[in-house]
T-cell receptor, first 118, second 114 residues
Framework: EAGVTQFPSHSVIEKGQTVTLRCDPI?????LYWYRRVMGKEIKFLLH????????ESGMPNNRFLAERTGGTYSTLKVQPAELEDSGVYFC????????????????FGAGTRLSVL | AQSVTQLDSQVPVFEEAPVELRCNYS??????LFWYVQYPNQGLQLLLK??????LVKSINGFEAEFNKSQTSFHLRKPSVHISDTAEYFC????????????FGQGTTLQVKP
């Protein structure tokens, strides 16, 4: 069974450009999460999808970030326009939806996308 | 709200020596606790978890952690480390209410020296 897959593994863009990150969760996982680690700091939650619906987007930094999960399968995270402070590693995680409370569903992480904004 | 503190950013240790990576948390509600590990050039992998039951949890590669509610700690230990244990270790919590938001500590880099 394939794990959580993220594309690209590394992206280098200039300030003001647009970048789209993609995450393919483990097949059948209803929950999909995005996290970010800015250099030297802790990994921080961005948002949580349950199927195609945004359950919690309290961690999204600002309106330059747009996440989608059309059809409840893969997800994209678009940054437009990118700023220098957006640099970091973006992680995606997925978990099954069958256990309550939701916190008991173990999250499986992808390898991350390293974003460098110059 | 929850928070996690990993007191050591780097822990150097010689091969076959014991190690403890410290993790303290704060929360106004019950929590579930996790340790994740990131080996060089790889993604995060779940190392072990505490959801309920026995407060001592163990991984398949010799690590163990003990949930101490009174001290709000979840320290990670291994009696004898290997070179291959060199990695960054993250402690994380989730409040037991209906949220999937993991709260991470700052990470501890374990450097095992020959």
């Amino acid at each position: 069974e394939a794990g959580v897959t993220q594309f690209p593994s590394h992206s280098v863009i200039e300030k003001g450009q647009t970048v789209t990150l993609r995450c393919d969760p483990i097949s059948g996982h209803d929950n999909l999460y995005w996290y970010r680690r800015v250099m030297g700091k802790e990994i921080k939650f961005l948002l949580h999808f349950v199927k195609e619906s945004k359950q919690d987007e309290s961690g999204m930094p600002n309106n330059r970030f747009l996440a989608e999960r059309t059809g409840g399968t893969y997800s994209t995270l678009k940054v437009q326009p990118a700023e220098l402070e957006d640099s970091g590693v973006y992680f995606c995680a997925s978990s099954q939806g069958g256990v309550q409370p939701i916190a008991k569903n173990i999250q499986y992480f992808g390898a991350g996308t390293r974003l460098s904004v110059l | 709200a929850q928070s996690v503190t990993q007191l050591d950013s780097q822990v150097p240790v010689f091969e076959e020596a014991p190690v403890e990576l410290r993790c303290n948390y704060s929360s106004s509600v019950s929590v579930y606790l996790f340790w994740y590990v990131q080996y060089p050039n790889q993604g995060l992998q779940l190392l072990l978890k505490y959801l309920s039951g026995s407060t001592l949890v163990k991984s398949i590669n010799g690590f163990e952690a003990e949930f101490n509610k009174s001290q709000t700690s979840f320290h990670l230990r291994k009696p004898s480390v290997h070179i291959s244990d060199t990695a960054e270790y993250f402690c994380a919590v989730i409040g037991s209410s209906n949220t999937g938001k993991l709260i991470f500590g700052q990470g501890t880099t374990l450097q095992v020296k020959p």
